[in-house]
């Protein structure tokens, strides 16, 4: 039997546990979420993080600039937010317009208030296996494997994509729980033949429906990143779901798996920045 992993009742649990460690806190964590321009898609994700860190209890501010606001003037904003002892997490939605490089300004965040986890600090952190802010979508995939039990020690994991946000902290992470890990990507060249061998399958490539249900190897677990939407509208994720559900032991469908679970992981990082800071 197939198991459905359930990532909106999962999330909303972590969502409740993060609520209840804030209000244990005394105090109230504080996160900047900076959007630059008028991304359709950047704009719905900045609303949902807004009210998800409200309802936690942590002190959510919204700092949203117009589209051709330069390089310099987000560093100086950045720079604020660093130097401001009521924020802990810094976060900048990505994409950022194309006349400002987005490794600047990640690196120009205070890694200590990096809860998005892209400093190269905290990128070096996670590869070194000690602890850091860990990036929130893999993060949200290690919890909804542990939360269905999937045995990682010694299992075969193989993660599709290899981007900076998902697939290489992924792979860091399931090395982490001693998985034998494999990152295959576009020019992989039998992404068939390595899928098959996975008893855990990672999808972050960004290619709807991709991963076909004759690739899962039967009773593999199967974490499905991918959101993409079809021309008919519908949103489907990187994996062929129905034929892939026939065959795995466990899934994770689209919208409601992956997606709640970023975040979830946002809010607990947070807290994580906000206790880091006061008691290093
Ligand atoms: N854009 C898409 N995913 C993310 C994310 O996890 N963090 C940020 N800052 N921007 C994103």
Redesign the pocket.
Known sequence: MTRLIDGRAIAAALRAAVAEQVARLGYRPGLAVVLVGEDPA?AV?VRAKDRAAGAAGIAAQTRHLPADTSEADLLAVIAGLNADPAVDGI?????LPPHIRARAVIEAIDPAKDV?G?HPINVGRLHDGVAALV???PLGVMKLLAAADVSLRGARALVLGRSA?VGRPMAALLTAADATVTVAHSRTRDLAAECRRAEVVVAAIGRAEMVRGDWIAAGAAVIDVGINRLPDGRLVGDVAYAEAAEVAGAITPVPGGVGPM?IAC?LENTVRAAMARRDP
């Open positions: 950047s994700y976060l900048v939605q990505l994409p998005d892209f990036p929130c979508t946000i970023t946002l």
